[in-house]
């Protein structure tokens, strides 16, 4: 006792000294515990081969297998060894679903190979097992879900229309499994439900993802219909910015210009981002041609940060994904605000938020358009779950938004 707390302090010249008194007063192998605290005192004094090889005699041993995978997993995370980390905390997750570590481990590891059913399976063994609470497994279940019906979504389109359902019924914001759902609709040339499925996400969340296909469900639709649509869904969300947004975009391509300039103006008033102040300037282009007021506006645009986007572990992804390629998190993607995002510099004489000069607008927070798409580095894995190799993984921040979407 006194050993595995002079370890705990970190004092590993104790812990060393009463690991040998107790060797001499029992045999090791009838107290496990003299190996948990000489492990312990290894991994204190850095000689990690040392501790991993008492780890991996721990675990060969019924009674203290669950510590010694634990202490191999946590060794191989360290040295970057993945794979080896999977396959010790996928034995420890076999031999006891209840440990959270284990569970969550192997949940990642198989969302990350993409064995999707695999992962919702361990999801409901760790459920019924209280590792996780129903809120949180829920949640967790419909990202794994709506990964399962993107990966169907070109061979299986009904299929996928099945999957991303469930995955609506568990959560209803996340806009990813909506978008999935519809485009399935869609392939399935049932447009009505896409529209349905697009105007339930629309009022639990605004997003512009949701309004972009809404108003690009029927191929043949001229910039007047897509207008029409962009005003449906303003009246069901009024007063919000990306329902001012996508009506203003809306009217630009339908040649309204005073309608659009009038939208895009009052989502300026409510929030003050790059996305609005690029459309003002493609508004002015437009209908007026005054390079002078474009200018104006395009001076704006460079000093307000960005609108919302999909990130996760402080890197900016184009689309929404299940996982972290930094971290291998699940349900890590979150649509919000870039960091280091600050507000820019008012030009002398700019009106203020509450005057009605929008021409002046000050700027302040970022632009809706995600940014580039992320790439990542699969790390070096390996063969044997005692030996290491050190990997990284990465993800490149994007390019820089244009002034309107495309299409």
């Known amino acids: 006792s006194t050993g595995l707390i002079a370890a705990g302090a970190g004092n590993a010249v104790l812990a060393r000294r009463m690991s040998s008194r107790a060797r001499s007063l029992i045999r090791a192998d009838q107290e496990p515990l003299i190996m948990v605290l000489d492990a312990q005192a290894a991994l204190i004094e850095g000689r990690h081969d040392e501790a ?143 529209a349905h499925v697009l105007e339930q996400a629309w009022r639990q969340q605004p997003h512009p993802e949701v309004a972009q296909l809404y108003m690009r469900l029927r191929s043949g639709d001229s910039a ?64 007026t041609g005054d390079q002078g007021r474009v200018r104006h506006w395009m001076a704006h645009a460079l000093k307000a940060p960005r609108d919302e986007c999909w990130i996760a572990d402080g890197q900016v992804s184009d689309k929404w994904m299940p996982i972290s390629p930094v971290s291998g998190k699940l349900d890590a993607f979150e649509w919000k605000m870039p960091f280091g995002q600050l507000e820019g510099p008012v030009e002398e004489g700019a009106a203020s938020p509450g005057e009605t000069a929008v021409a002046a607008l000050p700027p302040v927070t970022p632009s809706l358009t995600p940014v580039a798409t992320s790439g990542t580095t699969r790390p070096a894995e390996l063969h044997q779950p005692t030996e290491a190799l050190n990997g990284t993984s990465t993800i490149e921040p994007g390019a820089p938004a244009r002034a309107r979407p495309a299409g």
């Open 224 to 287: 007047v219909d897509r207008l029409k649509k962009a005003d449906k869904l303003e009246a069901l969300k009024p007063n919000n910015y990306y329902s001012l947004l996508s009506a203003a975009e809306a009217a630009l391509d339908a040649g309204e210009f005073s309608k659009a300039r009038q939208k895009a103006e009052a989502a300026a008033r409510m929030a003050s981002r790059e996305r609005v102040y690029l459309l003002l300037a493609d508004i002015e282009e437009a209908d």
């Open 52 to 194: 991993r090889q008492l780890f991996q005699r721990m675990a060969d041993d019924p009674e203290t297998r669950e510590l010694g995978l634990r202490g191999l997993y946590v060794e191989a995370t360290r040295l970057g060894a993945h794979e080896a980390a999977r396959q010790y905390a996928e034995t420890a997750a076999e031999h006891a679903p209840y440990l959270p570590w284990a569970a969550k481990a192997t949940l990642e590891h198989r969302s990350r190979a993409g064995h999707f059913d695999d992962a919702v399976r361990l999801l409901d063994q760790q459920r019924i097992a209280n590792v996780l609470d129903r809120h949180e497994a829920d949640r967790l279940k419909a990202v794994l879900l709506t990964a399962k019906a993107e990966s169907q979504l070109e061979a299986d389109p009904s299929g996928a229309r099945d999957t991303a359902t469930k995955a609506i019924k568990l959560a209803k914001d996340l806009v990813p499994a909506s978008i999935v759902a519809a485009r399935a609709y869609q392939r399935e040339d049932n447009l009505r439900k896409a």
